[in-house]
């Protein structure tokens, strides 16, 4: 198979260090058992109920048209979008315009596996689930028959990968000034029995993805939700649960969602604020560059004038 070099190629045999170690040889009791400590709190000091401290920028990709980098302290992500380009292959008119998400994993982003150089099912799945919660964001009748390409590139993989693409992949939109009705943000939480981890962490994801069968309640659920309009963009379930603990689940993440709407629009409002500082200083330097060149025509006049 030929070899990816936009990518960091490792070597194929490669094994990560943790299979040796003690917490990778746990069984699911013991991992469940430390899921919390004897004050109710998470192996990171947290609370059930409280999330990751959110750090996000724009313009991280100096070749794209818009660009952002979100951390959730481990959770590492970078976002691309390029102008909008006409669809390929397309033979009928689209009265409404497409957008071409693709996520990709870092060979060395993911704690317990490298990852293959070809796109694997994890990465078109998460494809799949961008492009569906930021179709119902974008005005895509403002651009019909063209395409928007939105690039997800995940440096480090530590749970939550596929809320911080989709906060990711808002932040660049916007950046990039893409027409949206309304700023997306979107929170995972995962359940486990009685409990609920918000914002988890890749252990915990995986407790609660391969509980055993006799408990009813486990899985991680995601879900998109535009705080402005009160809509949910896109919803996301892996497990089993019944029907409270997924609406005290969709409550919760509500609430998540609307509590990461300022920090995004902070960073918003920062980055406009950079964007007309550096254009009064272009605009100075542009002025003080035309009256060297003033000055040097006059020059230039009174020479020839004296010739």
């Keep these: 198979m030929p070899l990816d070099y936009r990518r960091f190629n490792g070597p194929e ?27 109710g709190q998470r192996q990171d000091g947290r609370a059930q109920n409280e999330s990751r401290s959110l750090y996000a920028r724009t313009d991280m990709v100096s070749q794209a048209k818009g660009s952002s980098y979100v951390e959730l302290k481990k959770t590492k992500v970078v976002c691309s979008v390029f102008d ?68 997800v590139y995940i440096l480090e993989l530590d749970g939550s990968c596929l809320a911080a693409s989709i906060n990711a992949a808002g932040l660049a939109l916007a950046n990039a000034a893409v027409p949206m009705y309304d700023i997306i943000t979107s929170s ?41 309009l009160k809509q949910v963009s896109d919803f996301t379930q892996v497990g089993s649960m019944d029907i409270d ?3 005290q689940a969709m409550d919760l993440l509500e609430n998540e969602c609307k509590k990461l709407v300022p920090n995004i629009q902070k960073v918003l409002v920062k980055n406009v604020v950079q964007g007309i500082e550096r254009m009064k200083i272009l605009e100075e330097e542009s002025k003080e560059r035309e009256k060297i ?15």
């Design 13 to 39: 045999d490669s094994i990560s260090y943790k299979c040796y170690t003690k917490d990778y040889l746990k069984t699911y009791q013991e991992l469940h058992d430390c899921l919390l400590n004897d004050e």
């Design 84 to 151: 909008p380009r006409e669809i390929p292959h397309q033979n009928e008119f689209s009265q409404l315009g497409q957008l071409y998400c693709e996520v990709k994993f870092a060979p060395f982003s993911c704690p317990r596996k490298r990852r293959p150089h070809a796109p694997d099912a994890e990465e078109r799945a998460l494809s799949v689930s961008l492009r569906q919660a930021l179709e119902p964001t974008v005005c895509r009748h403002l651009f019909p028959n063209y395409q928007i390409d939105v690039f």
């Design 188 to 228: 995972s939480v995962a359940i486990v029995g009685d409990k609920m981890l918000v914002d988890p962490t890749e252990a915990e994801e995986y407790i609660a993805t391969t509980c055993p069968d006799d408990n009813i309640n486990h899985g991680v659920i995601t879900m998109s939700v535009l705080s402005g």
């Design 245 to 247: 603990s997924v609406n």
């Design 293 to 307: 060149l003033n000055a040097k025509i006059e020059v230039w006049k009174t020479l020839l004038n004296g010739g």
